[in-house]
């Protein structure tokens, strides 16, 4: 059945004729099975794996095939499952359809049973016991509609019971309201005398009116018997309703002036007679901060025990002084509970009133609200610790960063400027070894021959190529510029006397230093404090920036690069430099100009672009931020 | 083997296009799928045979555990047709 439909589908979807679908699907299965021979294993998406297992339980140790179902497959077929049990019912078990189609045995059993309980009843029993299934269908069929009708009723009378539970209590409340009617019993006699003549009704008539006027008479007798028994217990009546009557807490209060007006009408009238002799003498004015005597009332009262009377005593009387130790702070015996502080201020100690849970269950509420305001309290406090540091401290990155390009302008010296520093030194260290030591003036001329990398070699033996080099500072030298006159001058130095030197350098010096203000003479060149620069003089006559000066040859390349990209077109080159104990040291330079002011223009230039570059770095950095 | 193998076989075996055998094989799966979803049995010739089995879990263990039972899982079982079998078995 399967295969027609695919078939079917395949030649359908895809315009092909049965022959060659059928050969399609054939092949298919026919695929599956070359491949898990050859393979062992044969995996196809959404369907499973087919897996070669060997039977060992076999002599022949045959193959067999198992199959691994993929998950979603395993999941499509739970879920149906599922499907399967939600809609479950009992009644499709007696569907006549599935019945026919698939006589199962198990919804048969529950039948079977159903209908031999009724069988014990019944007569019908022999008809069952055939075993025909249809019969015991329709059978089947008739109870449960019967059931279906029998549970539809029910819920039917148990809505009518529910909605007459609703319904009733109205009406019950309507009967409770009306007064009740008393109707005479109805007797022989009764009836009797409806079925009498009119004689009889005129007799009973007469009685009647006779009791009425016995009744009014008696009536009228009743007020004289009430005044006279009121005259009797006129004041006995109210006091048994003064005590039958419950105080309340407010009347204590009411009666509290009465009561100490009594009180004190009684110390009055008894004062006197129970008091000893030894303590009349000694008699104790009132003090105003006693404890009133209807707290102490009212106290007894509370506690219920008037028979201890004397254990709550107040300070009036003097028998506290006469037990006690004579401090008037108790009568030392403890059975005594009156105590006077520091600030004469008087408490009572109850001593019956224990603890009880509630007073305990109180307390530890109490106690923990107070915990629970405490601990807020303490948490509040270190929050706000927390936050004031914090705020503290961004705020003092803020102004850093705020204040960062004056703090770098005026502390921090990068270490680009420090080793311009450092090549200063240098000048200064290669001063003294010129005057020392004559022997070492070849190779310090060398460094001041201030030649590109390309010529080290060339500057090494400055001595052998000296009449080489002789022949175009001469021709210079003819050409009249007195700037470019410096390099003859130093030549000269080893093969001439140095007279002539100072001559013929003072003018340039004094010229350039005089002409263009920030910038001083050096034995390397031109200092520029200002851009923090040396302006060298070439061979050629020209001027180079010596910007700064490297351990190695690729920083200096690397810084050579930068400044490039910063200024396009300026031309750096790196010259190396021996300078002994110091090292050996990379010369960063820019440019070839014709004059000082040019190439001080584009040194001014240059740190003003690295400036801008730094700033606009920062502020960047600080949005960021 | 894998499905792609397979595609590539039908698609030269038959001359047709690689997309037009995936379709065929997808096809051929799906109705094997809804098939055995709804009759819980296939029976392919010369191939072998595909049926659903209830597999009821260890309640003892759960009982002991005093948790809830799981519910009851399906699993696909396939028994492979005399034919598959002896195209294995043969040398």
Known sequence: MIKQEIIEKISKYFKLTSFEAEKIYDDIFAGIIQGVKEDNIADITNLGEFIIKYNNSDNDNKKTVEFLPTLSLEEEINQRSFEEQRQFEPANYVNPEQSTFKPVEEPVKPVEETVNTEAINTEQTADVNLGNDFVVDDKLEHELSDEKHSVEDEIKRKRDEILSKITTPKVEQKNITVPPVVIPPVTEETTKVVIETKEHIEEKAGEITAVTEQTIEEIKEVPEKISEIITDNTIEQPKEVEEVTEKSFSDFFTEVPKEEHSFSNSMNKTVIPPVPPVVESTVIPPVENVIPPSAVELHKEITGDNSRINEYQTTINPLAYANGNGNGNGNGNGENFEHRLQDNSYYIWYKDSEPNNTDTQTMSYEYELLYQATKEAEYKSKLRIYVTTFIMFFSFVLILLIFSPFIYKYFFTPKEEQNTEEVQKETSSNEQPQNTDPNNQASVNSLDNQQPVNNNTANQNNTTTQPVQEQPKQETSAQQQPVQEQPKQEQPKQEQPKQEQPKQEQPVQQNTSQNIPGVTKSTMGWMDDYNKVIYVQLENGKFTIQESAWDSDAKANKRISAVGGLIPGLKGSVLKVDLGNKGTWFRARFGEFSTIEEAKQKAEELRTKEKNRLQALLLAFFWYA | ?91
């Open chain 2, 1 to 91: 083997m894998n499905t792609i193998d397979l595609i590539n076989k039908l698609a030269v075996n038959h001359n047709i296009t690689t997309g037009r055998a995936e379709m065929i094989v997808s096809i051929l799966v799906e109705r094997l799928v809804e098939k055995l979803k709804k009759d819980g049995e296939i029976m392919i010739n010369n191939f072998g045979t595909f049926s659903i089995r209830r597999k009821e879990p260890d309640s003892s263990s759960y009982m002991k555990l005093n948790e809830p039972l799981p519910v009851v899982k399906n699993h696909v079982t396939f028994y492979p047709d005399r034919i598959f079998l002896e195209n294995i078995n043969s040398q």
